[in-house]
């Protein structure tokens, strides 16, 4: 079973920047489209980014522009950079597979604020 762990969140201000990583334990992690979700208080969990296990990416309109994500199948990594960040960017943040299929980890909290 794959087990994933967020980290790299923190507080920040407006149009700062932040890296999200998740760290993905089991050899099958390869063979996953893999997303970043995030969640705001009292909101559903949303996708905000894809990447295929070939490195194909889709965002979601509210990010496009200024969220990359990466991964790295080699170590089983998968990353979130996000730039200008907003304060409507506060959410904690989790990965999962594009189906959302796997356990969810403990996310880590993104919070832009001044």
């Known amino acids: 079973q794959v087990q994933l762990v967020e980290s790299g969140g923190g507080l920040v201000q407006p149009g700062g920047s932040l890296r999200l990583s998740c760290a993905a334990s089991?050899?099958?992690?390869?063979?996953?489209?893999m997303g970043w979700y995030r969640q705001a208080p009292g909101k559903q969990r949303d996708l905000v980014a894809r990447?295929?296990?070939?490195?194909?990416?889709n965002y979601a309109d509210s990010v496009k522009g200024r969220f990359t994500i990466s991964r790295d199948n080699a170590k089983n990594m998968v990353y979130l950079q996000m730039n200008s960040l907003k304060p409507e960017d506060t959410a904690v943040y989790y990965c999962?597979?594009?189906?959302?299929?796997?356990?969810w980890g403990q996310g880590t909290q993104v919070t832009v604020s001044s």
């Open positions: 999962n597979t594009y189906l959302g299929n796997l356990p």
């Open positions: 089991g050899s099958i992690f390869s063979f996953y489209a």
């Open positions: 990447i295929t296990n070939g490195g194909s990416t």
